[in-house]
């Protein structure tokens, strides 16, 4: 299965055995943070950092459906520093999914964001992942 997708329509994706989260425009850390919060439905005790961010994209036990997948419309608008840390928080979590697992993680983007986030991932060990994850 792979575990980053393009999609031509993003926002058009649906699968009724998944939690479908759709991300829309961001724009700045914080509410980033918020809205995956929101649309993940993280416990309250998410912490808003990054480090907080990857425990709860590793764990989902709130949700009851096995496979979580999360649709951007298009990429964060963050700095080039905070989208590094975003796409190796991202592709971290959705790699440490086993299949054995109770929940898998899927990433959806459009695929003409595609070139711009090998561009910006590509002099960092995130490339690596990346390249596995999309199959």
């Avoid at 699968?15 to 509410?31: D, I, R």
């Avoid at 993940?40 to 950092?49: C, I, K, R, V």
């Avoid at 971290?92 to 109770?102: F, G, I, L, R």
Wanted: charged share 30%.
């Amino acid at each position: 299965m792979k575990k980053i997708k393009f999609l031509e329509y993003p926002m058009a994706y649906f699968n009724e055995v998944e939690y479908v989260a759709y991300l829309p425009k961001v724009e700045g850390e914080n509410e980033l943070f918020r809205k995956l919060s929101n649309i993940l439905t993280f416990p309250d005790y998410f912490g808003e950092n990054w480090n907080a961010l990857f425990d709860c994209l590793r764990d989902f036990s709130w949700i009851s459906k096995k496979g979580i997948t999360l649709v951007h419309e298009e990429i964060p608008v963050l700095s080039k520093e905070q989208l590094r840390m975003y796409f190796d928080v991202l592709f971290s979590a959705v790699n440490d999914w086993k299949e054995t697992d109770e929940h898998y993680f899927i990433i959806i983007f459009s695929k003409r964001d595609k070139p711009k986030i090998m561009k910006l991932i590509d002099d960092t060990e995130c490339l690596i992942q990346f390249r596995i994850l999309i199959g």
